[in-house]
């Protein structure tokens, strides 16, 4: 049982370029979230799905897209990278709402450090 | 928006003592969840303990315990007997009851010196 994984670790991308990060849980989540973890900013919300095929926005989504093609994984993508978006990436999932022993508790990833020169 | 506020960027504590972490919110929401989580060096985000605000009851785990004060929307965290592996960024959290997504303060860096 891995939990919640991240793909890669550890990315440089210059000023342009485009990238996807993976996450996946082998958990049977429902829920799946990106944050971005900047310097003394907390945690971020930019996107969040709620069940295969559904995304929604989060607090800071512009510069970003996401999918979720299957119910275990959830990509970020960025179509063309900006010096603002070096960052730590944290993926994690959630059981659903009502779900029996469910109170939101919601399982991180390792993070992705992605610096964008 | 819901907010997050944790007053104390960074805290510093002796090893085998005690420590409190502060943490406020705010919200109209009667129902909610609220978290402590632990960031070490690692940058792995580990749940410490967690709170439903329908329960009166202060939770516990181990040596972290909270004091929730509902009224006053105050949520902090005490550390007993504090330990080397206890030095790491503390993150307060909430949720909505029916809501998704997590919204974190700042944070605060916990020194634990021998």
């Known amino acids: 049982n891995a939990g919640v994984t991240q793909t890669p670790k550890f990315r440089v991308l210059k000023t342009g370029q485009s990238m996807t990060l993976l996450c996946a849980q082998d958990?049977?989540?429902?829920?799946m979230y990106w944050y971005r973890q900047d310097p003394g900013m907390g945690l971020r919300l930019i996107h969040y799905s709620v069940g295969e095929g559904t995304t929604a926005k989060g607090e800071v989504p512009d510069g970003y897209n996401v999918s979720r093609l299957k119910k275990q994984n959830f990509l970020l993508g960025l179509e063309s990278a900006a010096p603002s978006q070096t960052s730590v990436y944290f993926c994690?999932?959630?059981?659903?709402?009502?779900?029996?022993?469910?109170?939101?508790?919601?399982?991180f990833g390792p993070g992705t450090r992605l610096t964008v020169l | 928006a819901q907010t997050v506020t944790q007053s104390q960027p960074e805290m510093s504590v002796q090893e085998a003592e005690t420590v409190t972490l502060s943490c406020t919110y705010d919200t109209s929401e009667s129902d909610y969840y609220l978290f402590w989580y632990k960031q070490p060096p690692s940058r792995q985000m580990i749940l410490v303990i967690r709170?439903?605000?329908?329960?009166?009851q202060n939770a516990t785990e181990n040596r972290f315990s909270v004091n929730f004060q509902k009224a006053a929307k105050s949520f902090s965290l005490k550390i007993s007997d504090s330990q080397l592996g206890d030095a790491a960024m503390y993150f307060c959290?909430?949720?909505?009851?029916?809501?998704?997504?997590?919204?974190f303060g700042k944070g605060t860096s916990l020194l634990v010196t021998p």
């Open positions: 958990m049977n989540h429902e829920y």
């Open positions: 959290a909430y949720s909505e009851h029916s809501g998704y997504a997590l919204n």
């Open positions: 709170q439903e605000a329908y329960k009166q």
């Open positions: 994690a999932s959630s059981y659903s709402k009502g779900a029996s022993g469910s109170y939101n508790e919601q399982f």
